[in-house]
Every structure is written in C-alpha cells, then in structure tokens.
C-alpha cells in the first residue's frame, strides 16, 4: 500500500517561489527531511500540498486569508500590524537592545551570531527588530554567544530573565586569567579602574566586567590592556631599581 502522505501525479499545486536558503536552521532541516521523507521534493511543496487538500490554492493564498479574519487587507499588513505591537513589549525591546549592543561591542555581526547560535538570519533580524521573542534554548545560546553571564550589569534586574533561562558563569581560563591580570596590576600600582579606562579609552562599565570576569574583551581591546599594564609594571620596577 502506498503512502497517502505522497502527492499523486493528477494533483496540481501552485508552486510558491522558493528563495534560495544559504545557511538553513537546524529547524528548516529536520522539516526538509520530514518532507523528503514523505515523497516531496521540499518542505514548501508538503505545505503546498495539504493546503490543496483543504481547497487552498497556495500558502500565500492561507496567509492571506487568516489576515482577512482579523479584519486586514493582505497577510504583509496583518504581520507588520504584529511587529509594531510585539515591538512595544518592554521584554522585547529590551532583548533587542541588549543583543544590538553586544554585537557592536564584539565587532560581531547579525550573520555571525545567527550561525553560532544555529538559527536562521531572519529570525536573528527579527529579535535585533524586537518583532519576536525566542525559546529559553535559544535565548540562553544567544547570551552565551554574546558573552552575558549570570550576575552581569548588563542583565541587573532585566525582564529578560526568566525562569527557564539559565546563565553560567564563563568556564574559559582566559576570562579569569584577564581578571586577575588586571586586578594584581592596579593593586600593585595604587591605581583603579577609572584610571585603566581613561587610559584604554573603554568605558569603565565594560572595564569593570573584565575586571571581574564576567567578559572577555575582543582581540584588540586585550592587546592594548595588556600593553598599558605591562608598561605601567615596567616603570615601577624601574623606579624601585636601587642606584649604581
């Protein structure tokens, strides 16, 4: 008997233009081999299909349909009627903010994080936009990724914590090794953090995060730390060098 999931030969589907997918989710995946699976060609011609079943003639045709329901002209008014709702939540907006200001402060763009977490770009766009919102899974690798920790100003006591969401603190040697560099170093010299943050040109916030070992500054910013203090603990050698 042959499976009556598989699309016959006399069926007629309007094909919907299918854009070309460079670095597909995890999620788009399993959905491509459930379809495959079942005797199509890709997930959008199962859709298609089950939605002809239903006497809809595509998903765009669906789509439009449900946004007639809730009173609008076409899907694209429908869904930018929901971003412009979803993007007023404080919780929103402040998910959006916080990863927006990481990825300048990382150097790191929306792409890089969408394929280090392993979801797609668009949605990656749509959390920067605050026009979505995601699963405590993917939240907590978007922190992680983005270097926010447990206890970090940067959440103090943010509406983005939630009971699932889970933060640890960082396990990498180089975030305590950086911490105690610069601890022992201004210990040492009498000086404090406002003095390494005027001198490095960052901020005293972010200065006081690798202080404690909670960030790992970018390649560059370790390069110039280490330099200011390795030059500062060269002059007070210097200085306590006994005369000739």
Not at 110 to 122: C, D, E, F, H, P
Not at 174 to 180: A, F, G, I, P, T
Not at 216 to 225: C, D, G, S
């Amino acid at each position: 008997m042959k499976n009556s999931h598989k699309k016959s030969k006399t069926d007629s589907v309007k094909q919907e233009p299918v854009p070309e997918i460079v670095d597909q989710s995890p999620l788009t995946k399993r959905l491509e081999r459930i379809a495959k699976k079942r005797g199509f060609q890709s997930y959008r011609e199962y859709i298609n299909y089950y939605l002809l079943q239903r006497g809809i003639v595509s998903e765009s045709e669906h789509q439009k349909q449900l946004a007639n329901k809730m009173g609008f002209t076409t899907a694209i008014e429908y869904t930018n009627n929901l971003d412009s709702i979803r993007a007023k939540n404080p919780k929103y907006v402040e998910l959006a903010n916080l990863i927006n200001t990481r990825l300048s402060e990382l150097h790191m763009n929306k792409y890089t994080l969408a394929r280090r977490v392993g979801i797609s770009n668009s949605l990656i766009y749509r959390y920067t936009q605050g026009y979505h919102y995601p699963k405590p899974k993917t939240l907590n690798k978007i922190l992680e990724v983005l270097q926010i920790y447990h206890h970090s100003p940067l959440i103090g006591n943010s509406q983005i914590l939630g009971k699932n969401v889970i933060l640890q603190k960082p396990k990498h040697s180089k975030y305590s090794e950086l911490s105690s560099l610069i601890k022992n170093a201004l210990a040492k010299s009498g000086k404090n953090q406002a003095w390494l943050s005027k001198k490095t040109g960052i901020s005293n916030r972010h200065i006081s995060l690798y202080t404690i070992g909670l960030v790992y500054p970018n390649p560059k910013r370790v390069e110039l730390i280490k330099k200011i203090l390795n030059s500062m603990n060269a002059k007070k050698s210097l200085s306590h060098r006994p005369p000739n």
